[in-house]
């Protein structure tokens, strides 16, 4: 029955019944007054029309009000408590689940959970201009404890905006699939859903200008239950959203990439209660920043972060082997894991790709299927090469579409030419020439850029930017042009390369690599120059078979070196191979520092001294690998300088190697990190950094001054000391008239000093007598000793325990400022006699052995000291304190009382 039908029925029974059954309950009114039953009638049935036409007109609005009605209560029901948000939570928790390596088949058959083996990378503030962009560029060189956990800047009360920059490999993509799962599965998050979006695939549909509820619709995941109504406006105005976008730098067209970046701030403005986390690599974020972002630079793993990824990898990959989960299995786990670790530790050239994760992760799978690292890097990076290429997709069954073998040829032959170029990285438009020969040779009927797309697969070369390539390491690449040469057959090409620094690295890697060096070293002693040379030694240092003609050659060049008259490119060329030789052995002392476990030895330093004019004339010890010792810092500063201007570092702005601070001076002591042939005592100081430069270790305590004065008077009779004592007391004098009329015949040790001096004329003098007659009148032994220690005493050395800094270029103490609360002002004579002191000490102190009578300075040093310490002239006190105590420290090296001293390096 239709509508209009239902609503005649209604009316009509309502005009006829409703009048029947009030006049059948009302039949006698209405028998007595007819006329107005009548009319009360016709009145309602005029009402009845009228509610029947105003019913007949506002069915339509009321049904449309209601239906709206009722839409709006189910929106609101099914938002508030449908199940899409539990599925959604479930779906992002599931999507990343597992560890993408982007093509690598890193844990053979069995992908182990992110959260098994994720390490959280850490971030910290830093321009965007300041963010290193490729794989070992290290951070952003900051000291100071400034690394954070994304996490903190994250779930605020307000929103926010974090721009994520880091080289490739570093980690952000991963960072983000953890920060999904994390916000999924956090009930005590402010914001609990999880957004993910690849970038790389949004161009073309933001050009559209679409919302982001809009763009989420696009390509919904696919749930039981569909998305209520208006759900996602709903979560993303109340500010519940966490918005990861990955990978900004990967949009193609920098146009498209300024388009998104707008777009991202549109969408930031639109829902601002939301956190957005954008990542980049610096290139691409730099031409196209986010308004209002702050930049994040992910650092690289510190030492601990390494570790702790070690050993989680290895724990899940050996769960996720044998299915099994219990203690044998994690027995073994940490026993590889504990191996990795050592063995890095000992191989700076391979410690230091550990830094970046994707770098990590290759060198654990090759461990972890070799059970051992290679002996060497051209080895480690073999290994690399031929399990990203083909061996783990062998292991796996796997079909490619390109051999892994070919593909070796055509990235070598591409390594090599950019090697030629001097290129670092290239535009996918020039690849074509640099490969075409290795291509049609190997891989016939291939086009380049799908020859990119695999490579880019294997991980083995990276995208630096949209459309831009590199080797995922520098030196793979410099690997792979040594394996061209080599397997090519063009050994004579090395002649124009020997001596230029921009090949070292892979002519060291050919050296490693190839079965002879005969035709390498030959060119480079046919080239003769200083670096031709200076590569030869090197390159011989790397194995490699060579004849015994040539390696007769380079033991007589180095032989000529060290004769007094050498020709300097020879001697330079000899002193760089030493270097690179020395300092290629390198440990790891902290997160991002390494250090020479052998002290700088003597030949090397007497190769120093002969570059800085002084060689020659210097004596060289004939055990020339024993540690050197016996220098002075200013000779430890331009050392250090000399080393950073040879060799390899020549070219480079900063300076490589330094002294070690104080506290990596106790690290390497505490790690007993001398190297066993430096023949050291585990207690040698070693050579240190201060901020006013390099600092002997050296001091020497008022005990052993003490002792040495007490040995001068035994040495020289208790004359000398009495004539020394009373000859500096010129004024008081008078108290012993019998001494004081020999003073000047008996005191020519001091007619060096100027002759206004009047030692102890204002000060406390009577203590000078009184020594001078405890001196006459006691018996030897007993007043050397008494006179030793009430010297030290006058002199400031208050007790055993005091100490004497040692200085090893004497010179007389700055004139002090008037006023100082704990020094007075000298008195007129105090300067000069300074100075004069270290003019007479200077000779003394040059590179000889120790003065024959060195009495002579210490002794009137220490009565100058106990002068200056009574004048309250500390500055001055102190030169001549650091005088004596120098003679005394000299003498006692002489006789082999301390220990040798170590130059150690250590390289940022």
Avoid at 35 to 50: G, K, Q, S
Avoid at 621 to 636: F, I
Avoid at 723 to 747: E, I, Q
Avoid at 866 to 895: K, P, Q
Wanted: aromatic letters at 8%.
């Amino acid at each position: 029955m239709s509508h209009g039908t239902k609503g005649f029925a209604v009316v009509a029974l309502a005009a006829l019944a409703v009048p029947a059954g009030v006049g059948g309950v009302l039949k006698n009114a209405v028998a007595s007054n007819p006329l107005t039953a009548v009319l009360f009638l016709i009145i309602y049935w005029l009402l009845l029309a009228v509610a029947a036409l105003v019913s007949t007109a506002a069915r339509g609005p009321l049904q449309r009000r209601a239906a709206q009605l009722g839409d709006w209560v189910d929106a609101v029901l099914g938002r508030r408590f449908s199940r899409y948000a539990r599925q959604y939570r479930h779906h992002m928790l599931s999507v990343n689940r597992w560890v993408d390596f982007k093509g690598l088949s890193i844990v053979g058959d069995h992908t182990p959970e992110l959260d098994a083996v994720f390490v959280d990378v850490s971030v910290e503030s830093a321009p965007v201009d300041r963010v290193p962009g490729g794989l070992v560029d290290g951070g952003t060189g900051t000291r100071d404890g400034s690394r954070h956990s994304i996490h903190k800047f994250l779930d605020g009360r307000k929103g926010g905006v974090l721009a994520v920059i880091g080289g490739p490999g570093c980690g952000k993509t991963t960072l983000l699939r953890h920060l999904a799962r994390d916000t999924a599965r956090d009930k005590t998050n402010r914001r609990r859903i999880p957004v993910f979006l690849a970038l790389s695939r949004l161009s073309t549909p933001i050009n559209d200008e679409p919302s982001l509820p809009q763009l989420l619709r696009i390509r919904p995941p696919e749930l039981r239950v569909p998305e209520p109504k208006g759900w996602w406006e709903q979560q993303l105005h109340q500010g519940n959203c966490l918005v990861l976008m990955d990978g900004l730098d990967e949009v193609a067209d920098n146009q498209d990439r300024r388009k998104v970046a707008e777009w991202i701030g549109d969408q930031v403005a639109a829902f601002p209660d939301n956190d957005f986390v954008i990542t980049s690599r610096p290139g691409g974020y730099g031409q196209a920043p986010i308004e209002g972002a702050r930049v994040l630079a992910v650092q690289p793993f510190s030492r601990e972060q390494i570790e702790r990824f070690l050993r989680g990898w290895y724990l899940a990959t050996e769960r996720e082997a044998t299915g099994v989960d219990d203690s044998g299995v994690d027995a073994i786990a940490a026993e590889k894991a504990n191996d990795l670790i050592d063995r890095l530790k000992d191989a700076p050239g391979l410690d230091e790709l550990t830094a970046n994760p994707l770098l990590l992760t290759m060198i654990a799978l090759v461990h972890r299927y070799r059970s051992a690292l290679p002996r060497g890097r051209a080895d480690l990076y073999e290994e690399i090469c031929r399990a990203m290429l083909w061996s783990r997709h062998e292991a796996r069954g796997v079909t490619v579409a390109l051999s892994g073998e070919a593909k070796w040829e055509v990235l070598a032959q591409l390594a090599f030419n950019l090697m030629k170029s001097r290129l670092r990285e290239i535009k996918g438009s020039d690849v074509p020439p640099m490969i075409e020969d290795a291509l049609e040779a190997s891989l016939p009927g291939t086009e380049s850029e799908q020859f990119l797309r695999e490579v880019c697969g294997n991980g083995l070369l990276v995208e630096m930017e949209r459309g831009v390539y590199a080797f995922a390491h520098q030196t793979i690449g410099e690997y792979l042009a040594a394996k061209h040469i080599i397997d090519c057959g063009i050994e004579d090409e090395l002649v124009t390369f020997v001596d230029d620094v921009w090949w070292a690295e892979t002519l060291e890697l050919y050296a490693a690599c190839a079965r002879s060096i005969d035709k390498l070293v030959e060119a480079c002693l046919r080239k003769g120059t200083e670096g031709a040379i200076a590569q030869a030694f090197t390159c011989a240092n790397y194995g490699g078979r060579l004849e015994r003609r040539l390696r007769d050659r380079l033991r007589r060049l180095e032989e000529q070196a060290f004769t007094p008259r050498a020709d300097p490119a020879v001697r330079r060329a000899v002193a760089r191979a030493l270097v690179s030789r020395h300092l290629s052995r390198l440990k790891r002392l902290s997160d991002s520092d390494f250090y020479c476990p052998q002290p700088i030895t003597e030949d090397l330093y007497w190769l120093f001294r002969c570059a800085t004019g002084d060689g020659d004339t210097a004596s060289r010890n004939p055990d020339g690998e024993h540690a050197v010792g016996g220098l002075w810092p200013a000779d430890v500063k331009n050392f250090v300088d000399w080393i950073n201007t040879i060799g390899r570092y020549s070219d480079r702005t900063d300076s490589p190697f330094r002294l070690p601070r104080r506290d990596e001076v106790e690290l390497i002591r505490g790690s007993g990190g001398l190297d066993e042939t430096a023949s050291l005592q585990a207690t040698a100081p070693i050579w240190r950094a201060t901020a006013r430069g390099p600092e002997l270790p050296y001091t020497v305590t008022g005990e052993e001054l003490i002792a040495a004065v007490t040995a001068d008077i035994e040495e020289t009779g208790l004359w000398i000391p009495a004539r020394m004592a009373l000859a500096a007391n010129r004024v008081t004098a008078g108290a012993a008239p019998d001494l004081a009329s020999y003073h000047d015949t008996l005191a020519p040790e001091f007619g060096w000093l100027p002759g206004d001096a009047a030692i102890f004329s204002e000060t406390d003098s009577g203590w000078v007598n009184d020594l001078v007659d405890r001196l006459l009148s006691e018996s030897d032994g007993e007043a050397a000793s008494v006179f030793a220690e009430i010297l030290a005493i006058r002199a400031g050395v208050w007790d055993t325990e005091g100490i004497a800094t040692v200085v090893s270029s004497p010179s007389p103490a700055p004139r002090q400022s008037d006023g100082s609360a704990d020094s007075a002002s000298p008195l007129p004579w105090h300067d000069a006699a300074s100075r004069s002191l270290a003019d007479r000490a200077r000779t003394a102190f040059a590179r000889k052995p120790p003065p024959e009578s060195p009495w002579l300075l210490r002794l009137p040093a220490l009565l100058l000291a106990a002068e200056f310490n009574a004048s309250r002239n500390d500055l001055n006190r102190d030169a001549c304190l650091g005088i004596a105590a120098t003679l005394t420290f000299r003498e006692c090296r002489a006789r082999d009382d301390y220990p040798g001293e170590a130059l150690i390096l250590v390289r940022d």
